[in-house]
């Protein structure tokens, strides 16, 4: 059984920064995929990052491209996603997950987190 865990959210204003934290149980991590994904009252589901299990290759979402750092810490069992110079259109809930492929293919993730809410506003 695999369970994630994020946090990290909360209200920062434009041009703050944030990092998101997502915890996996166990080694059952180990050689799996991690990705975030935002969902925002009345607009689709955005892939945001993903990982590879090395940490050697990344996506980012072009929304988010030259904001935002996904990095993870094998040893924690922990995949990261620092967002900077937020931008009110990046308030979503944000939601980590596990791939056994590297792919943006939601269905491709059998395990995902609660989310963790992030608000950008003035």
Do not use: H
Request: glycine share 12%; net charge positive.
């Amino acid at each position: 059984q695999v369970q994630l865990v994020e946090s990290g959210g909360g209200l920062v204003q434009p041009g703050d920064s944030l990092r998101l934290s997502c915890v996996a149980s166990g080694r059952t991590f180990s050689g799996y995929v991690g990705g975030w994904v935002r969902q925002a009252p009345g607009k689709e589901r955005e892939f945001v990052a993903a990982i590879t299990s090395s940490g050697i290759s990344t996506y980012y979402a072009d929304s988010v491209k030259g904001r935002f750092t996904i990095s993870r810490d094998n040893a924690k069992n922990t995949v990261y996603l620092q967002m900077t110079s937020l931008k009110p259109e990046d308030t979503a809930v944000y939601y980590c997950a596990r791939s056994g492929l590297y792919t943006t293919k939601e269905g491709a993730y059998d395990y995902w987190g609660q989310g963790t809410q992030v608000t950008v506003s003035s």
